[in-house]
């Protein structure tokens, strides 16, 4: 049963356009959202994230929307950069600890 | 400095061998995991351990072990290998007092052939 659900496998952006990356849940009692980036044969990384008390975060390039009613968030990467090539996967957690439920995560490709 | 480290990187092994994964970080976390990411891409949670206890445990098979000798190492035990075990095993590490992102090591590729 997956909770969190990244339904685009992949997605290609030319250099400088904006990358949308999107994530629904299911869970209503998720509060804290997280987007990671991987690379090849590296574990992921934290990007940035949001908690259920904001509807909006932003840092440098990277701006993630949640839409609490929709049970949708979505990651806004402005300009896209080739080094932004990777994996990025969306993590929700509810308040009751640090357990984390992943998509399956979007493969982005910045084209030069 | 790597934050959180796992060893080994690769792991090639046979069906019924039992073998270990090493994971230890120098963050100062209290809470350490093991995920499993299969073959699907899907990452998911094993366990997780809080100063050297276990607080998490999804439904994973007996035959995985984890050991916490202390808060800084987490290692993953694995009995009786069998094909569907093959898959990447990541350790991560978090902060315990707050809900706070989780810092992967770089994973370990597991074949069981």
């Known amino acids: 049963d997956q909770q969190v659900k990244q339904n685009s496998p992949s997605l290609s952006v030319q250099e400088g356009r904006i990358s949308i990356l999107n994530c629904d849940y299911t869970?209503?009692?998720?509060?804290?959202f997280l987007w990671y980036k991987k690379y090849p044969a590296e574990g992921p990384t934290f990007l940035i994230s949001?908690?259920?008390?904001?509807d909006k975060n932003e840092d440098g390039r990277f701006t993630v929307f949640l839409n609490k009613s929709a049970k949708h968030l979505s990651l806004h990467i402005v300009p896209s950069q080739p080094g932004d090539s990777a994996v990025y996967f969306c993590?929700?957690?509810?308040?009751?600890?640090?357990?984390?439920?992943f998509g399956t995560g979007t493969s982005l490709t910045v084209i030069p | 400095d790597t934050a959180v480290s796992q060893t080994p990187k690769y792991l090639v092994t046979q069906m019924g061998n039992d073998k270990s994964i090493k994971c230890e970080q120098n963050?100062?976390?209290?809470?350490m995991y093991w995920y499993k990411q299969d073959s699907k891409k899907f990452l998911k949670i094993m366990f997780s351990?809080?100063?050297?206890?276990?607080?998490i445990n999804e439904t994973v098979p007996n035959r995985f072990s984890p050991k916490s000798p202390d808060k800084a190492h987490l290692n993953l035990h694995i009995n009786s290998l069998e094909l569907g075990d093959s898959a990447v095993y990541f350790c991560?590490?978090?902060?315990?007092?707050?809900?706070?992102?989780?810092?992967f090591g770089n994973g370990t590729r597991l074949t069981v052939t």
């Open positions: 991560a590490s978090s902060l315990e007092q707050v809900i706070s992102p989780l810092h």
């Open positions: 869970n209503s009692m998720f509060d804290y």
């Open positions: 949001i908690s259920s008390i904001k």
């Open positions: 993590a929700a957690s509810g308040n009751t600890g640090n357990q984390f439920y």
């Open positions: 963050l100062g976390h209290d809470t």
């Open positions: 351990y809080n100063n050297k206890e276990l607080i």
